[in-house]
């Protein structure tokens, strides 16, 4: 590896596959910047992807084998695994083993873990945690278009006259994606946004309209459309006469579920004009593109509400051509990628099917595997549900966290205890898995994988290595081919590299392909290591006929099924399994928040993603937490049928009342009764298995523990067990949350035994006031502050920015030790608030302060003046929200 050249890769987060340039300097230090030349983002990163540098060092990796808690050497370990495989096999039949896999796979990676469970092994059983993010939107589209394909492209969103946005914090979760619709917004200001979401959030600071709809009730709103499209003879009548199956029957369906406005206000809780304006912008603009993500897709009829507007596409002739279509935004980077091998446990490879005797045959040819599976596999939750009852007795878990990801994960995590054998590949050391696994085997991390991904628009772009394999730690398709030839399928997996994959996979695509299936990438077939090294990003297909891949698909009203035309579904509106009662009043849904990534392994390392939101919170309408004598900023409980967590208050209107909504990212490796699925229900959509994640009755109460605290730190200190606890690494420091149940009975022994690493000569500052429970210490070596502990009765404790502030001091000047131990900062500007901007750590107070100040109206003049904003852009709608509220305080004066 040449260790000074620049590299071009792919960054591992989101489902938009930003290209990233890594540079390394002689001394190796790492770079990174956005790839001007991929066509995802043209050269920008979010925050997310512009500190990547910050996630990639080697500390917390598990870096050799294991059994049982042991190091081993790599033999005994991938032996142990074949053999127990092997044996289980033997014992209770293929069904008996399972695999649990990812969309941070590699494609290559994924293909061979899907031969091998499929092929080979003989079960369905290889399921991933894509599963919870888009098999939805993968049902539809096979029920739609008769294959798993999203028919348009990124610069449909540029060329657009109208997008509507479902279901989708694009600001928050796709932000390079957000960036160019708010500047195409800017360029064609006839370009209308509507944001359809029962949440106000960030990506609203760009809509013309936001329609805050009832949890659940899309279909409605979009069979209403439909209703209203015909009545106001605005359908495509000579598309629908040739390309489209199904119509009279969709229509009927509409018409007499959602007959008219007031029937679709009613059903989705809106007023009677913001419907009618959004029919009447839908029905005059052609260039339409309709775009959705886990709030659609996370539901019991999340299959119904992506076909509900795919029906509304097809009904109107708007698809596959320049700027419209429906459009499924991708959760993980490989997702697409995952579908295209067959990751779930009912595909097949190259999106074929295991229910079609044809495709059976195509692939058990194609691999020489006549014990190819014959009927699909369990999907994740049922797949859970069948370890817990004993069914599943080998389970092996490759780069993903179910003990944190899944719903009811309390009862995964008793899944998993139960499992006689449980294997875990991972690159990280402490996750809340490791308690689960009897081998493990350590695998590489972003930085050092070799292979393929493919993004939403279907581009596959190369993942490059610039950082040399650390340790024992080895690619995950090379774990899995070394267990298939341990297995005695040896011939099947004959690879040495990742292009001998990947030329297999795209062979595969064309193998009996006469134009029947739309993936097909065999143009892709005879490359050699050199031209995969050199691949330039290409959406597929990649044939003969297109060689230089296929931006949209479908344009000519030819679709996937046999007879060629797509199929419209008529469709009942159903409400959420789980309804709301009196015991649990109100609707919890989950969800990402900007600047972290699942379950935080690489994001909770980065001191600047830990700036903008660093502690677990619910956010509650101010009706409720009335309703629930919750106060702004203190703990509460939430609490549902299958589990409980703590999260600080956030109150605001921003929810819609009656709802509450908690982010899914803290696992116990960063948050002490924190896990958000420990309270989601196990329901999922019966025809996709995605789980219910945005919709769980709950019930909401004041946490009162008997204290409540913080600690700032130099170095990671080992905190007492306390009842609620959050850790968070920030830029020369470690933060811990702290709240307990019972106060120890003095608190300087406390504080002296909890704080390491004193020094003679050191010097502890210290405050008590035990009539009011409240007490306050310092640590400070040479003058310069090593430590500090807050604690109070009350959540009302010292703004921790200004605290931070501090230990950048090399000597802490005697204004400081007064304001340290008085517990406030001297004045107003030395605490700039939660951070907004993390990528030059500009606070909300400082923001707020230069806004009232200067008045500033725009987000340009607060860059110029503060650089907010002027790096990754992410913070940008949250400055026009406050630019927003500014403006409404100085007009109502
Ligand atoms: Fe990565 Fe951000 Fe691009 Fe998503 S939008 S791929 S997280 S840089």
Not at 628 to 651: H, M, P, V
């Amino acid at each position: 590896m040449n260790e000074t050249a620049t590299v071009r890769t792919t960054c591992p987060y989101c489902g938009v596959g930003c290209g990233v340039l890594i540079a390394r300097d002689a001394h190796g230090a790492v770079s990174v910047q956005g790839d001007p030349e991929h066509p995802a983002n043209f050269g920008r990163l979010c925050s997310k992807g512009s500190a990547l540098g910050e996630t990639i060092g080697h500390e917390g990796r598990l870096l050799h084998p294991e059994i049982l808690g042991a190091s081993a050497a790599w033999d005994e370990a991938l032996n142990e695994v074949a053999n127990r495989f092997r044996r289980t096999i033997a014992r209770h039949g293929p069904d008996s083993v399972a695999f649990y896999v990812s969309g941070q796979l590699l494609t290559e990676d994924y293909y061979v873990a899907n031969k091998l469970m499929k092929g080979f092994i003989g079960s369905g059983n290889i399921d991933t945690n894509s599963r919870l993010c888009m098999s939805s939107s993968v049902a539809g589209h096979k029920r739609a278009f008769g294959e798993d394909v999203v028919p348009g492209c990124y610069e449909d969103l540029e060329q657009a006259d109208l997008i509507v946005l479902v279901g989708s914090n694009a600001a928050w979760c796709h932000p390079i994606l957000f960036h160019r619709i708010a500047k195409a917004k800017k360029q064609n200001p006839a370009l209308r946004i509507v944001s359809i979401d029962p949440r106000r959030t960030a990506t609203c600071e760009q809509a013309d309209l936001h329609l805050s709809l009832k949890p659940g009730s899309d279909v409605a709103l979009f069979n209403g459309l439909l209703t209203y499209l015909r009545r106001n003879d605005r359908l495509n009548f000579a598309f629908l006469e040739h390309h489209v199956r199904g119509f009279s029957s969709t229509l009927e369906q509409a018409q007499a579920t959602m007959p008219s406005i007031p029937a679709v206000a009613d059903a989705c809780g809106l007023k009677e004009d913001e419907i009618a304006t959004f029919f009447q912008w839908f029905a005059r603009t052609e260039k339409t593109v309709t775009a959705w993500s886990q709030g659609v897709n996370q539901s019991s009829s999340g299959s119904d509400k992506v076909n509900a507007i795919i029906n509304v596409h097809l009904a109107t002739g708007r698809i596959g051509k320049p700027g419209m279509g429906p459009f499924s935004f991708t959760g993980q980077p490989n997702a697409m990628g995952g579908r295209e091998v067959g990751g779930l446990s009912n595909q097949l490879a190259a999106h074929m099917e295991l229910d079609n005797p044809g495709h059976w045959q195509i692939v058990s040819r194609f691999w020489k595997a006549p014990q190819l599976a014959r009927k699909p596999g369990l999907k994740a939750v049922e797949l859970f549900q069948a370890i817990a009852a004993g069914h599943i007795k080998a389970l092996w878990v490759m780069a993903t966290n179910p003990a944190v990801s899944l719903p009811d994960v309390k009862a995964v995590r008793r899944a998993l205890k139960s499992c006689e054998f449980v294997v875990v590949s991972d690159c990280e050391d402490e996750t809340d898995l490791k308690a689960y696994a009897h081998v493990r085997l350590p695998a590489l991390a972003w930085g050092e994988k070799d292979g393929t991904v493919t993004n939403s628009e279907r581009r596959i772009s190369r993942q490059r290595p610039f950082l040399n394999p650390p340790q024992e730690a080895k690619p995950d398709w090379w774990l899995v081919t070394e267990i298939a030839r341990r297995m005695g399928y040896g011939e099947a997996f004959p690879y040495r590299s990742v292009y001998e994959i990947f030329r297999e996979h795209a062979r595969l695509s064309g193998f009996c392909n006469e134009g029947q299936r739309v993936f097909d990438i065999s143009l892709l077939a005879e490359f050699d290591a050199r031209a995969y090294d050199t691949l330039q990003p290409i959406q597929w297909p990649v044939t003969d006929r297109r060689p230089y891949g296929t931006a949209r698909l479908f344009g000519d009203g030819r679709f996937a099924h046999p007879d060629g035309k797509a199929r419209m579904l008529a469709l009942q509106p159903k409400a959420p399994v789980n309804a709301v009662d009196e015991a649990y009043p109100l609707i919890l849904n989950t969800g990402r928040i900007r600047d972290q990534w699942h379950t935080m392994t690489r994001t909770g390392r980065s001191p600047r993603l830990n700036q903008h939101i660093n502690e677990p919170y619910a956010e509650i309408h101010p009706i409720d937490a009335a309703r629930f004598a919750i106060q702004n900023g203190a703990l509460c409980r939430l609490e549902s049928r299958w589990g409980e967590a703590l999260a600080r208050a956030r109150i605001g209107e921003d929810q819609r009342p009656g709802s509450v909504f908690l982010p899914m990212h803290w696992s116990d490796r960063y948050a002490k009764r924190a896990l958000a699925n420990a309270l989601v229900n196990p329901v999922a959509d019966p025809i996709s298995g995605e789980p219910e994640s945005k919709h769980t009755p709950i019930r909401i109460e004041a946490y009162q523990p008997a204290w409540h605290g913080f600690l700032i730190s130099r170095k990671p200190q080992d905190v007492p067990d306390t009842s609620w606890r959050v850790t968070v690494r920030g830029d020369g420091y470690w933060l811990y949350e702290l709240a307990g149940e019972a106060a120890p009975e003095h608190w300087p022994i406390w504080a002296r035994r909890t704080i390491a690493g004193q020094l003679e000569g050191d010097e502890w500052l210290d405050f008590v006031d035990p009539a009011i429970g409240r007490y306050r210490c310092a640590l400070l070596r040479q003058g310069r502050l090593m430590s500090c502990l807050f604690i109070s009765p009350t959540h009302e404790l010292p703004p921790r920015n200004w605290l931070v502030g501090l230990f950048t001091e090399a000597e802490l000047p005697v204004k400081s030790r007064m304001s340290l131990l008085a517990g406030r900062p001297a004045s107003a500007e030395d605490d700039q608030g939660r951070i907004v901007c993390a990528c030059f750590s500009v606070g909300l107070n400082t923001l707020t302060r230069a806004i009232r100040a200067e008045g500033y109206t725009t987000p340009e003049q607060i860059g110029a003046a503060l650089r907010a904003g002027t790096n990754c852009g992410s913070c940008i709608p949250e400055l026009q929200t406050l630019l927003a509220a500014s403006s409404m305080k100085v007009t109502s004066r």
